[in-house]
């Protein structure tokens, strides 16, 4: 009826003055008229006879609800779920509408539907409000890894700043933490004096396992593809592992949200020292049932870095990472796999590999390089090739007592190759291929009340190291098989607000199958034939070829009190005895190790090292003044140290040689941190620490404990900008003044006369200050509100200087001046 009203009025307007019509006399009313009368019909013209059928399920086990409402928003139709949880919607027209769903305990969920003929759909609510609620604080909130132990955790901004430089760097931002570096381009973290297998690094539940022996071994992990960074100092997590008692550093990617979502992050990084790049991108798709799927992926590539007065030849690096999670979350009950790929190549200082004695004496003695080349983006020999693969699958579940069981399953593969200076049709061929494999099962069961808390596991590993044959040269680590097994429990106890207490002890079981071959000059030499005799299953032109088994069973424990004192301070004091089993490459290393250009000696008599170490700290986290003033102290009994002995004259040339050996060792010192808010505009922040550390009877020093080093930050921000801040920093680092005496005397021919020489190799450089300045713009003004810029000056005043902790500060010294810029856009 209506429809025929339109047209009649419709053609009695288009009549009405045919004979004269034009545009100007028609009348603007009789146009808005037509208009609207186009819209009612077009409206009216719809059939709207389409129905909309669903079902209504609980998200964490599918289970049916009933009595829910399903209303079509700016509409009166309101239907209500069957027993099954099934809804009909009828008479409904083709276009986008909006359901909402509700039901008692339930969160409200709001569901945009495009309909264009009759469909059934399935919708997912989260029925158990108390459970979802617990599970997005713990997932939100900054998480303690310890009962009593204090957890650090990087903030974003902190995160962005290094995230194209390594995860050492961003962790040198915290008291307590050195690099221990292998030139410009590898870095491992150092926590109170201790590096190595004494640091226990933890990527989602799993510990990375990529021959971290090696001083010059580098985590081959991308820490951007991680939301949290937190490390607690001393073996304070046995739930990760028991034989770190420097510290534990824990990386881990937060649950999305339950929601259809699509978010990201990017981040592009340019830097001035090196003439590099790097680009880093993360992508997070989430649904309204619990899927969601990651990814990440990271490409740095930069050119010879410089010092203040020439290039460092051959340092550049190529880096390509990519990872991705696929996964479910049901708030009760979680799964996901995930894998990464992480490639990197890094260039080694040429002028680090030395053919003779004279070379070395002359390289340690010289102010320069013996190699400057000119600037390049390609990487030659001496360099690394690492790739590491990780693949993992993971599932737990929740149930109604408050507990959760926990089940993770993974496999690693790390292939680490290194190239030497090599000549003919070995140019091209790596002297050092080793591949390790890893396979790791974790099932742990949480239980969690108010004033208390339990946490119980058991582990199971094996791990098979294979060493290339083809590569020409002597194998520096021998093919091994390791299998490991144990268990875990901790338990938290909180009896009032201001009392926590905590104790936990993990053991393990650890079989060792090794085969190695022995040189015959080393076996005299050592005089191995006493206790290695009985292992000896062949022999091979000059060599001895032995197979042995070594079992060591090793137990943690760690005790920890926590005191609440007034409103602001807070107090902790933990107890640490760990046992770790010593490494293969501590007791069988044995030839050159090409990219520290040293020979390195094994010790296979080694016992596990055993450590006792106490942490203290104390904390005021309220007010405009905060501080943490923490000592420790530990004592090594079987400590395992590394260190000059001598040098070794080969067919190669002449190299200095490094041998294992345990002491009994000391190791004290306190980090100190405070933030002093002097104004709404000016902050000061301050980190520094002491370490020193020695054998206990003789007193001598212990090799490559960090000197007094000192960050101090002036931040200023405004409120007028609140998207602008800045901070100027200086680091202190003061000549270590206590260090073992590993000098040698060597004789050369030096202007066709033999020469005596001293060769020092102990005394560590000067000390240094370095002036850093930063700038900050959030949410940047010109282009959207998702964009940020940063500017860091790093040496801003390009200082000349050298790390004590640098393998190869013999050779040249360390980076100049480097400017970086940083965009950030959030997806």
């Given at each position: 009826?209506?429809?025929?009203?339109?047209?009649?009025?419709?053609?009695?307007?288009?009549?009405?003055?045919?004979?004269?019509?034009?545009?100007?006399?028609?009348?603007?009313?009789?146009?808005?008229?037509?208009?609207?009368?186009?819209?009612?019909?077009?409206?009216?013209?719809?059939?709207?006879?389409?129905?909309?059928?669903?079902?209504?399920?609980?998200?964490?086990?599918?289970?049916?609800?009933?009595?829910?409402?399903?209303?079509?928003?700016?509409?009166?139709?309101?239907?209500?779920?069957?027993?099954?949880?099934?809804?009909?919607?009828?008479?409904?027209?083709?276009?986008?509408?909006?359901?909402?769903?509700?039901?008692?305990?339930?969160?409200?969920?709001?569901?945009?539907?495009?309909?264009?003929?009759?469909?059934?759909?399935?919708?997912?609510?989260?029925?158990?409000?108390?459970?979802?609620?617990?599970?997005?604080?713990?997932?939100?909130?900054?998480?303690?890894?310890?009962?009593?132990?204090?957890?650090?955790?990087?903030?974003?901004?902190?995160?962005?700043?290094?995230?194209?430089?390594?995860?050492?760097?961003?962790?040198?931002?915290?008291?307590?933490?050195?690099?221990?570096?292998?030139?410009?381009?590898?870095a491992k973290p150092m926590i109170h004096g201790m590096f190595g297998s004494r640091v226990g690094i933890i990527y989602d539940g799993i510990q990375i396992e990529n021959q971290q022996w090696g001083q010059d071994h580098a985590p081959n992990i991308d820490q951007n593809a991680f939301d949290e960074i937190r490390l607690v100092k001393g073996a304070g997590v046995l739930k990760y592992s028991g034989d770190t008692p420097g510290g534990i550093i824990v990386l881990e990617k937060k649950l999305p949200l339950i929601n259809d979502s699509l978010y990201g992050k990017?981040?592009?990084?340019?830097?001035?020292?090196?003439?590099?790049?790097?680009?880093?991108?993360?992508?997070?798709?989430?649904?309204?049932?619990?899927?969601?799927?990651?990814?990440?992926?990271?490409?740095?590539?930069?050119?010879?870095?410089?010092?203040?007065?020439?290039?460092?030849?051959?340092?550049?690096?190529?880096?390509?990472?990519?990872?991705?999670?696929?996964?479910?979350?049901?708030?009760?009950?979680?799964?996901?796999?995930?894998?990464?790929?992480?490639?990197?190549?890094?260039?080694?200082?040429?002028?680090?590999?030395?053919?003779?004695?004279?070379?070395?004496?002359?390289?340690?003695?010289?102010?320069?390089?013996?190699?400057?080349?000119?600037?390049?983006?390609?990487?030659?020999?001496?360099?690394?090739?690492?790739?590491?693969?990780?693949?993992?699958?993971?599932?737990?579940?929740?149930?109604?007592?408050?507990?959760k069981l926990n089940t993770e399953f993974s496999w690693q593969r790390n292939n680490r190759k290194e190239y030497d200076v090599r000549r003919g049709d070995l140019k091209y061929k790596p002297a050092i291929d080793l591949t390790l494999n890893t396979y790791d099962l974790i099932s742990n069961y949480t239980w969690e009340k108010s004033n208390w808390s339990l946490d119980s596991g058991v582990f199971f590993q094996i791990q098979?190291?294979?060493?290339?044959?083809?590569?020409?040269?002597?194998?520096?680590?021998?093919?091994?098989?390791?299998?490991?097994?144990?268990?875990?429990?901790?338990?938290?106890?909180?009896?009032?607000?201001?009392?926590?207490?905590?104790?936990?002890?993990?053991?393990?079981?650890?079989?060792?199958?090794?085969?190695?071959?022995?040189?015959?000059?080393?076996?005299?030499?050592?005089?191995?034939?006493?206790?290695?005799?009985?292992?000896?299953?062949?022999?091979?032109?000059?060599?001895?070829?032995?197979?042995?088994?070594?079992?060591?069973?090793?137990?943690?424990?760690?005790?920890?009190?926590?005191?609440?004192?007034?409103?602001?301070?807070?107090?902790?004091?933990?107890?640490?005895?760990?046992?770790?089993?010593?490494?293969?490459?501590?007791?069988?290393?044995?030839?050159?190790?090409?990219?520290?250009?040293?020979?390195?000696?094994?010790?296979?008599?080694?016992?596990?090292?055993?450590?006792?170490?106490?942490?203290?700290?104390?904390?005021?986290?309220?007010?405009?003044?905060?501080?943490?003033?923490?000592?420790?102290?530990?004592?090594?009994?079987?400590?395992?140290?590394?260190?000059?002995?001598?040098?070794?004259?080969?067919?190669?040339?002449?190299?200095?040689?490094?041998?294992?050996?345990?002491?009994?060792?000391?190791?004290?010192?306190?980090?100190?941190?405070?933030?002093?808010?002097?104004?709404?505009?000016?902050?000061?922040?301050?980190?520094?620490?002491?370490?020193?550390?020695?054998?206990?009877?003789?007193?001598?020093?212990?090799?490559?404990?960090?000197?007094?080093?000192?960050?101090?930050?002036?931040?200023?921000?405004?409120?007028?900008?609140?998207?602008?801040?800045?901070?100027?920093?200086?680091?202190?680092?003061?000549?270590?003044?206590?260090?073992?005496?590993?000098?040698?005397?060597?004789?050369?021919?030096?202007?066709?006369?033999?020469?005596?020489?001293?060769?020092?190799?102990?005394?560590?450089?000067?000390?240094?200050?370095?002036?850093?300045?930063?700038?900050?713009?959030?949410?940047?003004?010109?282009?959207?509100?998702?964009?940020?810029?940063?500017?860091?000056?790093?040496?801003?005043?390009?200082?000349?200087?050298?790390?004590?902790?640098?393998?190869?500060?013999?050779?040249?010294?360390?980076?100049?001046?480097?400017?970086?810029?940083?965009?950030?856009?959030?997806?």
């Amino acid at each position: 009826m209506l429809k025929n009203e339109f047209f009649k009025v419709f053609f009695k307007l288009l009549i009405t003055n045919s004979n004269n019509f034009n545009i100007k006399s028609f009348n603007k009313n009789k146009i808005a008229a037509i208009i609207c009368l186009l819209a009612v019909i077009f409206c009216y013209s719809q059939k709207c006879d389409l129905e909309f059928e669903g079902q209504i399920l609980d998200l964490h086990d599918n289970s049916p609800i009933g009595q829910a409402t399903i209303k079509v928003v700016n509409s009166d139709q309101t239907v209500f779920s069957d027993d099954e949880g099934f809804f009909r919607l009828k008479n409904l027209c083709p276009e986008n509408i909006l359901l909402k769903i509700s039901h008692l305990n339930c969160k409200d969920l709001f569901q945009e539907v495009n309909l264009k003929k009759s469909v059934f759909r399935k919708f997912y609510t989260e029925h158990h409000i108390e459970s979802l609620n617990e599970v997005i604080v713990e997932g939100s909130r900054i998480r303690e890894l310890s009962s009593s132990a204090k957890t650090y955790l990087l903030s974003d901004l902190q995160k962005d700043k290094y995230s194209g430089r390594g995860l050492a760097k961003a962790l040198e931002q915290i008291s307590g933490v050195n690099i221990l570096t292998t030139g410009n381009g590898i870095a491992k973290p150092m926590i109170h004096g201790m590096f190595g297998s004494r640091v226990g690094i933890i990527y989602d539940g799993i510990q990375i396992e990529n021959q971290q022996w090696g001083q010059d071994h580098a985590p081959n992990i991308d820490q951007n593809a991680f939301d949290e960074i937190r490390l607690v100092k001393g073996a304070g997590v046995l739930k990760y592992s028991g034989d770190t008692p420097g510290g534990i550093i824990v990386l881990e990617k937060k649950l999305p949200l339950i929601n259809d979502s699509l978010y990201g992050k990017s981040i592009l990084n340019g830097y001035s020292n090196g003439r590099g790049m790097n680009f880093i991108s993360s992508w997070t798709k989430s649904f309204s049932n619990g899927n969601y799927f990651k990814v990440q992926g990271t490409i740095k590539r930069s050119g010879d870095f410089s010092s203040p007065n020439y290039i460092l030849s051959n340092t550049g690096t190529n880096e390509k990472n990519i990872s991705f999670t696929v996964g479910k979350n049901k708030i009760l009950s979680q799964w996901k796999t995930d894998f990464s790929y992480f490639s990197q190549e890094i260039g080694i200082l040429r002028s680090s590999h030395v053919g003779n004695v004279n070379d070395l004496v002359f390289a340690i003695e010289s102010n320069n390089p013996t190699v400057i080349n000119p600037f390049d983006y390609k990487v030659n020999s001496p360099k690394q090739i690492n790739k590491h693969h990780t693949a993992s699958i993971q599932y737990s579940k929740r149930n109604s007592s408050n507990g959760k069981l926990n089940t993770e399953f993974s496999w690693q593969r790390n292939n680490r190759k290194e190239y030497d200076v090599r000549r003919g049709d070995l140019k091209y061929k790596p002297a050092i291929d080793l591949t390790l494999n890893t396979y790791d099962l974790i099932s742990n069961y949480t239980w969690e009340k108010s004033n208390w808390s339990l946490d119980s596991g058991v582990f199971f590993q094996i791990q098979d190291n294979q060493s290339d044959p083809e590569t020409g040269t002597r194998r520096l680590i021998p093919d091994y098989l390791k299998t490991e097994l144990g268990s875990y429990f901790t338990v938290s106890l909180i009896p009032s607000n201001s009392l926590g207490l905590a104790f936990g002890f993990r053991f393990g079981h650890q079989n060792n199958h090794i085969k190695k071959y022995y040189k015959n000059k080393r076996w005299e030499e050592e005089n191995y034939d006493e206790m290695l005799a009985p292992f000896v299953i062949n022999e091979v032109l000059n060599q001895k070829l032995i197979e042995q088994r070594l079992i060591f069973n090793n137990l943690s424990i760690n005790t920890g009190v926590k005191l609440s004192l007034l409103e602001e301070y807070k107090l902790s004091l933990n107890l640490f005895h760990t046992e770790r089993a010593p490494d293969i490459a501590e007791m069988f290393s044995d030839g050159l190790h090409h990219s520290l250009a040293t020979i390195e000696y094994g010790n296979p008599f080694l016992k596990s090292e055993t450590i006792q170490k106490l942490v203290l700290d104390f904390e005021k986290d309220i007010g405009n003044f905060k501080f943490n003033f923490s000592p420790h102290y530990s004592i090594g009994h079987n400590y395992i140290i590394i260190e000059p002995t001598g040098i070794e004259y080969t067919i190669r040339g002449a190299f200095p040689v490094w041998e294992y050996r345990d002491v009994s060792s000391v190791i004290r010192g306190f980090d100190f941190d405070f933030n002093l808010k002097l104004n709404k505009n000016f902050t000061v922040r301050s980190t520094s620490s002491w370490i020193q550390g020695y054998e206990r009877k003789s007193k001598t020093p212990l090799i490559n404990i960090p000197p007094f080093t000192s960050t101090n930050y002036i931040q200023f921000s405004t409120p007028k900008f609140k998207s602008f801040s800045m901070a100027v920093s200086n680091r202190i680092t003061l000549s270590q003044n206590q260090f073992p005496n590993h000098n040698f005397e060597t004789s050369f021919i030096e202007y066709g006369k033999r020469v005596d020489r001293i060769v020092d190799i102990s005394t560590p450089p000067k000390g240094y200050h370095l002036l850093g300045m930063e700038l900050h713009w959030g949410a940047y003004p010109f282009f959207s509100d998702k964009i940020s810029i940063s500017i860091i000056f790093e040496n801003l005043l390009d200082t000349s200087y050298r790390n004590y902790l640098n393998r190869l500060r013999f050779y040249a010294d360390e980076l100049g001046r480097n400017i970086m810029l940083q965009i950030k856009i959030n997806h």
